[in-house]
């Protein structure tokens, strides 16, 4: 199995353990077996919009929900960013699918530079890496719930 990486920082060549803000607090190099999953994290970004489309308990495809529209090209179109694929080791599985830990470094084994987040997403969609929701498409009820979690961050 192949692991990934995406950062907005170029030249990595040695992963570091940090602590996420959006993960349990736990000191980690965070990766995902999926390029597309890693090509998300090409942005700073104070919340990554994507979760998974489920059937019978399991996951079947990466969706990234764009939670206001155009979303996906404001955030991360015409942005820079970096895929790395990572060595081989025995990480052990986040939270959420795809997703695989390491508390020590992990070595990059190739770093590959992404001109436009944007339009590398939009390819990978293309192959059938990711599924794109548009804000347009959206349910009334996941709008709602969209700006009630949107309220409570701005109250905090």
């Known amino acids: ?76 179109g015409q942005k820079e960013g970096w895929l790395y694929l990572c060595e081989d080791g025995d990480y052990r599985p986040g939270r959420i699918p795809n997703e695989y830990l390491s508390t020590q470094p992990v070595p990059v084994r190739q770093c590959t530079r992404i001109p436009d987040l944007y339009e590398e997403l939009r390819a990978r969609e293309r192959a059938g890496e990711l599924e794109i929701l548009p804000f347009e498409a959206l349910s009334p009820a996941l709008k709602e719930h969209i700006q009630q979690g949107a309220a409570e961050i701005i109250a905090e």
Do not use: D
Not at 50 to 67: D, F, H, M, T, V
């Open 1 to 76: 199995m192949n692991f990934y990486h995406g950062s907005p920082v170029p030249g990595l060549q040695l992963l570091q353990p940090a602590v996420s803000r959006l993960s349990t607090g736990e000191c980690a190099v965070c990766m995902s077996s999926l390029p597309a999953m890693a090509l998300l994290y090409g942005i700073r970004h104070f919340e990554y919009t994507y979760g998974y489309r489920w059937k019978n308990g399991k996951p079947q495809a990466l969706q990234y929900i764009e939670y206001f529209p155009g979303a996906l090209r404001e955030l991360y």
